[in-house]
T-cell receptor, first 114, second 116 residues
Framework: AQSVSQHNHHVILSEAASLELGCNYSYGGTVNLFWYVQYPGQHLQLLLKYFSGDPLVKGIKGFEAEFIKSKFSFNLRKPSVQWSDTAEYFCAVNAPGGYQKVTFGIGTKLQVIP | DVKVTQSSRYLVKRTGEKVFLECVQDMDHENMFWYRQDPGLGLRLIYFSYDVKMKEKGDIPEGYSVSREKKERFSLILESASTNQTSMYLC???????????????FGSGTQLSVL
């Protein structure tokens, strides 16, 4: 069965620091990859997604992610974080086969200190 | 914007009670999902539905059932609530057919259920 691993469960950064959150998935075939974000008190929302083409994907609020097929990775990056980026971030992958089953990682809580 | 509305933000129930969690979406989406979110475990799929009266088990369906009598409404039912079902429950919806797996999920705000 497919799975998603997020390496960092809790990250604390100062404003303007660079961010990289790791995500690895376990499935050998074609996958679709997502990063979702949950700001405090808000619902989960899509940050960015990769389906095909350019492996470097740009999302909202200056976030980007790079799909490296050989490493089964889809790491999230941002050059300079802001206090408003404090949130929980979830990596997710579409399961193979029929239906739209999405498997999520356990999430990474990011705390940005002003 | 798509709106996914969950009827309760917080709910407290007693062990053994029958619990109904309601979810309504306003964008005519075919697919609807119920997840539970637990610290350290991420989101886990309980059930999903791709059409009225159709349902499929997710990864952790035990102790739960669902109902989809109308396209816009997807209910999660805990037949006999237990303390290990204390969790945040998230409803989500998406459009497009089953063959296109690329559409994003739209989430509700969640229901924090406590079973005492």
């Amino acid at each position: 069965a497919q799975s998603v691993s997020q390496h960092n469960h809790h990250v604390i950064l100062s404003e303007a620091a660079s961010l990289e959150l790791g995500c690895n998935y376990s499935y050998g075939g074609t996958v679709n990859l997502f990063w979702y974000v949950q700001y405090p008190g808000q619902h989960l929302q899509l940050l960015l997604k990769y389906f095909s083409g350019d492996p470097l994907v740009k999302g909202i609020k200056g976030f980007e992610a790079e799909f490296i097929k050989s490493k089964f990775s889809f790491n999230l990056r941002k050059p300079s974080v802001q206090w408003s980026d404090t949130a929980e971030y979830f990596c997710a992958v579409n399961a193979p086969g029929g239906y739209q089953k999405v498997t999520f990682g356990i999430g990474t809580k990011l705390q940005v200190i002003p | 914007d798509v709106k996914v509305t969950q009827s309760s933000r917080y709910l407290v129930k007693r062990t053994g009670e029958k619990v109904f969690l309601e979810c309504v979406q306003d964008m005519d989406h075919e697919n609807m999902f119920w997840y539970r979110q637990d610290p350290g475990l991420g989101l886990r799929l309980i059930y999903f539905s791709y059409d009225v009266k159709m349902k499929e088990k997710g990864d952790i369906p035990e102790g739960y059932s669902v109902s989809r009598e109308k396209k816009e409404r997807f209910s999660l039912i805990l037949e006999s609530a237990s303390t290990n079902q204390t969790s945040m429950y998230l409803c989500a919806s998406s459009s497009l057919s089953l063959r296109d797996r690329r559409e994003k999920l739209f989430f509700g705000s969640g229901t924090q259920l406590s079973v005492l």
